[in-house]
């Protein structure tokens, strides 16, 4: 079946503009969790949605970050008035996430390169 | 909380020789352990991951790893690499509780000498 898929795959923008960043988990998969991976913090969780909700927004790292999910689905991963260290590539990931079946493999998706000038 | 520490941050080896990548956990409860992989300009790939079951853990393209609790360590290994294992490798550690967020190390750049 379809895995992940993640859309711009490749974005450039200006300093100052906002940018949506789309994420489309695999069918059925109740967990999304978005992650970014930049050369100077390494891979480093941003939010966890479980159905529509975000019981964890620990890793978003300031309020220009936000993040939704509709339908327990697609999410979107919004930087408002982009800065320069927001550059890097930023990854989603979904799982199944049954209750009481332990830790579900997420699977990744191929990331969108964000590139702020 | 919880850290993983990949000990290299580069592993040459020779084709055909064997691979070992170290990689030490900490977690204050029973953790979740992967391998994932990154081939240049791809996506992370699952490698193979530990839950509390067998020790000696087979992922896919032959590597395993064990889990060693009483040294805290989860190393990757392979008998004989192959040109096609090239790639960015992270160790990456889940408490098994609450939402499952995964924590990386920094990753290992494995080169693979002809």
């Known amino acids: 079946g379809a895995g992940v898929s993640q859309s711009p795959s490749n974005k450039v923008t200006e300093k100052g503009k906002d940018v949506e960043l789309r994420c489309d988990p695999i069918?059925?998969?109740?967990?999304l969790y978005w992650y970014r991976q930049s050369l100077g913090q390494g891979l480093e969780f941003l939010i966890y949605?479980?159905?529509?909700?975000?019981?964890?927004k620990s890793g978003l790292p300031s309020d220009r970050f936000s993040a939704e999910r509709t339908g327990g689905s697609v999410s979107t991963l919004t930087i408002q008035r982009t800065q320069q260290e927001d550059s890097a590539v930023y990854l989603c990931a979904s799982s199944l996430r049954l209750a009481g079946s332990g830790t579900d493999t997420q699977y990744f998706g191929p990331g969108t390169r964000l590139t702020v000038l | 909380a919880q850290s993983v520490t990949q000990l290299d941050s580069h592993v040459s080896v020779s084709e055909g020789t064997p691979v070992l990548l170290r990689c030490n956990y900490s977690?204050?409860?029973?953790?979740?352990l992967f391998w994932y992989v990154q081939h240049p300009n791809k996506g992370l790939q699952l490698l193979l991951k530990y839950t509390s079951a067998a020790t000696l853990v087979k992922g896919i393209n032959g590597f395993e790893a064990e889990f060693k609790k009483s040294e805290t360590s989860f190393h990757l290994t392979k008998p004989s690499a192959h040109m096609s294992d090239a790639a960015e490798y992270f160790c990456?550690?889940?408490?098994?509780?609450?939402?499952?967020?995964?924590?990386f190390g920094t990753g290992t750049r494995l080169t693979i000498i002809p």
């Open positions: 977690s204050s409860y029973s953790p979740s």
């Open positions: 949605f479980q159905g529509n909700s975000a019981p964890d």
């Open positions: 069918s059925g998969h109740t967990a």
């Open positions: 990456v550690v889940s408490a098994d509780f609450g939402n499952e967020k995964l924590t």
